[in-house]
């Protein structure tokens, strides 16, 4: 019953969330609790935020989860571990693609085209390329214990990289989005711009992501290690 | 008594004054690399944050075609098991690290040189930065390489592959170091410098660091 239960709680919110991230009204004077302000510069471009940004959060959260993982198979040597690695990096894959392509719509629209190698845009490519390369490591060995080890030791040395991309790069290079060296506009706009019927869409957006993530990684880990213990039942017979 | 690292490097060295490998190959890497810049560039002008970013296209590319030989020639030869009876895994990684880290001086050093002579507007203003950006990021480059390329001999030494799992993780030395060429081109002082520089040192650090401790991993199995 449980399981039901939160599965279309999940359901809801993620309805809601999506329903009134595009479809509540951006006005000048929000009265309404359902009315969202106007940010100078954003206008309705605003609304791509309660999507690009879980999604963006999910692909960090995604890679730690499969560095963690990574770290843990090193340690205790069981495939189950690695699994778990895996899975979460098939899904940071994924939504570190969604987050590109929301990115890349949004800057489209915000600063006149789609690709212009801001700070976070290079990070997130550089995610793009390390999720790339464990796909192409994996795929090159065929013993599992060794695939299973080189992809967690290339993932633990991607990881340290990160923090390069993420914290050092966009404070050193000039960038566009909120929070870079040069941002004149008064820091993020999370904090300052967004009113209360916003930040609760937002915040309940990203909660709904992280939920959603944290079923369908559950889903993938798991079906991966039934079907390796099916394998090797079928292969001993 | 001479340490086991160094008898290590010692024996790379001979096998490769021996085939000459190595060197060759980078050698002519360079030149093909460089000349294809050339034709491409023909008679236009190539401004000077240009001539920055080309030289580290030429560094990188270079690196992947030499440098992943180090651990590749040894699962070649079948001498891996040897090697790995014979000593422990931080000794043969700092062999090969001083292997490889001698390689990239000697390779980045032949294509400063050219780049100086081929190209007009690559002249370097302020030499003591140049000097140090260019140690740091060699030492960068020759750590991240030869960890990618024990990864890559130990996964059966695909010669694509090498490439595709240096970039990423190369990915942060390569646009500090970039930055740092052009400030070098243009003459800024150390003093302007220093956050790029504390970059490259903290990149150094933490990838020597990673790469000791998860060499273990790679080299056992």
Redesign the interface.
Known sequence: MLKISWKIFLFLLLAFVSIAGIAFPIVENPHAWYEFPLIPGLEENAKIIFFHVPTAWLTVVAFLVSTVYSFKY?RTKNLDDDAKAYSSTQLGMVFCILATVTGAVWAKFAWGSFWSWDPRQ?SIF?LL??Y??LF??RS??ESE??RA??S???S???F??VP??IF??PR?MKGLHPGSADDTNAGPVVNFKMNGSMQLIFFLSLIGFTILYFWMWRLSYKTIIYRDKLDKKLIRG | MKSKSYSLFLKDFHSELRTRYAINSLAMFIIVAISVIMFAVGQEKVSEGLTGGLFWVVIFFTAMSGLSRAFVSEEERGTALTLQLLSAPSTVFSGKLIFNIILVFCMNTVIALLYSALFETFIIRNFALFFISFVLGNFGLAISST??AA?IA???A?GT?YP??S???L??LI?TSV?LTLFALDGTSIEQAK??LA?VVS?DV??LT??YM?FD??WK?
Do not use: R
Request: proline share 4%; hydrophobic share 65%; aromatic share 12%.
């Open positions: 090193l290079t550089a390329l390390i790339g390369a192409a490591l090159s060995i214990d060794k080890t080189l967690a030791v290339y633990l040395i991607a340290v990289t390069f991309f050092i790069m050193i | 960890i990618i990864i130990k996964a059966g695909k592959l595709v799992l970039f990423p993780i990915l942060p646009l930055q956050y790029e970059i990149y933490i990838m990673v790469s998860l991993f790679i199995d």
